[in-house]
């Protein structure tokens, strides 16, 4: 049964921490998501992927958020230094793009950021 | 810009049917729905294309009307399994953009 994992699955911090959560999409995927849920803003996506190769990281506050496919089974998004506005549900997806179009996103379970 | 989903909330019996509206003031290439229950990951539901069918998974189906860039969903004799928020995700052009989701709508199904 394959599916996306995202590690870890909850994070308490300290603002000013750095703070990295990673992912592994289903073998096979192409494409890598990483998307944001609050309740005030809803789903956002920060950031994706094909190929391992970063298409548009618009969604992200460039001066703390990096996010990066050290290699095809892994995707990292660090946040540096962490504040508490960064609460949120951080969640990964990935998908396999073919000539055909876009196709269903698999959603990880989400990391659970806290920062105090 | 975020889609606009409507109604924001909806409860219904169980066995009754619903509509779920998603209207954006993009040009779409395809509209994605998804359902998430509390505390869960968004499950997919059904993807709609530029110039695709009207999409349909059990009682479950979709319309995309693409010259008013709005999508439908529609759910039929609703079981208690369809309760949770429903979320339409668009996207602008082909290959796997990143979605831009609307602000849910939030299904209860009572028995």
């Known amino acids: 049964d394959a599916r996306v994992t995202q590690t870890p699955r909850h994070k308490v911090t300290e603002m000013g921490q750095e703070v990295t959560m990673r992912c592994q999409p289903i073998l096979g995927h192409n494409t890598v998501f990483w998307y944001r849920q609050t309740m005030m803003q809803g789903l956002e996506l920060l950031a994706y992927?094909?190929?391992?190769?970063?298409?548009?990281d618009s969604g992200m506050p460039k001066d703390r958020f990096s996010a990066e496919m050290p290699d095809a089974t892994l995707a990292t998004l660090k946040i540096q230094p962490s504040e508490p506005r960064d609460s949120a549900v951080y969640f990964c997806a990935s998908g396999l793009v073919t000539a055909g179009g876009p196709d269903e996103q698999f959603f990880g379970p989400g990391t659970r950021l806290t920062v105090l | 810009q975020q889609p606009v989903q409507s109604p924001q909330a909806v409860i219904l019996r169980e066995g009754e049917d619903a509509v779920i509206n998603c209207s954006s003031s993009?040009?779409?290439?395809?509209v994605h729905w998804y359902r998430q229950k509390h505390g869960e990951a968004p499950v997919f539901l059904m993807i709609?294309?530029?110039?695709?069918e009207q999409m349909r998974h059990e009682k479950i189906s979709a319309s995309f009307n693409e010259k008013k860039q709005q999508s439908s969903l529609y759910l039929t004799a609703s079981q208690l399994s369809y309760s949770g928020t429903y979320f339409c995700g668009t996207g602008e052009g082909g290959g796997a953009d990143g979605l831009t989701f609307g602000k849910g709508t939030h299904l209860i199904i009572q028995p």
């Open positions: 993009k040009a779409l290439y395809s």
């Open positions: 992927f094909r190929n391992r190769a970063p298409l548009d």
């Open positions: 709609l294309l530029k110039g695709g």
